[in-house]
C-alpha cells in the first residue's frame, strides 16, 4: 500500500558529505511523520532523525549539528542532509515513514525503505 523509495548512499571521504533522499507514495490519506534510521554491523538499529508533519525535528544526539532533516509534504519526500561525516556514520540508512492510510485509526502505521548504505573511509 506504501512504498518507500531511497536513493543518496554511497561512499564517502571523513570529513564529506552526502544527502539522502525518501519518497513516499501509494496510499497517503496522511504522512504523520517521516525519519531515518540507521544499523551499523553488529549494532542496534538507531534512530538518526525525525521530523512530524507538523515540523517538529528530533535528532540523536551523535549526528546534531552534522545532519539536516527536511522534508517537501508536497513532493511526500524527505531528505537527510549529512555534512562532516564519520567513519562512525557508516551504517545501512533507512526511511521510516508513520503513515494513515485512512481516516480510522487502525490505518496507521510504520513503513520502511529497503534501506541504502553509506560508508565513510577515514
Known amino acids: 500500500q506504501v512504498q518507500l523509495v531511497e536513493s543518496g548512499g554511497g561512499l564517502v571521504q571523513a570529513g564529506g558529505s552526502l544527502r539522502l533522499s525518501c519518497a513516499a507514495s501509494g496510499s497517503l490519506f496522511r504522512i504523520n511523520a517521516m525519519g531515518w534510521y540507521r544499523q551499523a554491523p553488529g549494532k542496534q538499529r538507531e534512530l538518526v532523525a525525525a521530523?512530524?508533519?507538523?515540523?517538529?525535528?528530533n535528532y540523536a544526539d551523535s549526528v546534531k549539528g552534522r545532519f539536516t532533516i527536511s522534508r517537501d509534504n508536497a513532493k511526500n519526500t524527505v531528505y537527510l542532509q549529512m555534512n562532516s561525516l564519520k567513519p562512525e556514520d557508516t551504517a545501512v540508512y533507512c526511511c521510516?515513514?508513520?503513515?494513515?492510510?485512512?481516516?480510522?485509526?487502525?490505518?496507521?502505521?510504520?513503513?520502511w525503505g529497503q534501506g541504502t548504505q553509506v560508508t565513510v573511509s577515514s
Open positions: 521510516n515513514a508513520d503513515v494513515s492510510t485512512g481516516i480510522m485509526l487502525a490505518t496507521r502505521r510504520d513503513y
Open positions: 521530523i512530524t508533519s507538523g515540523g517538529s525535528i
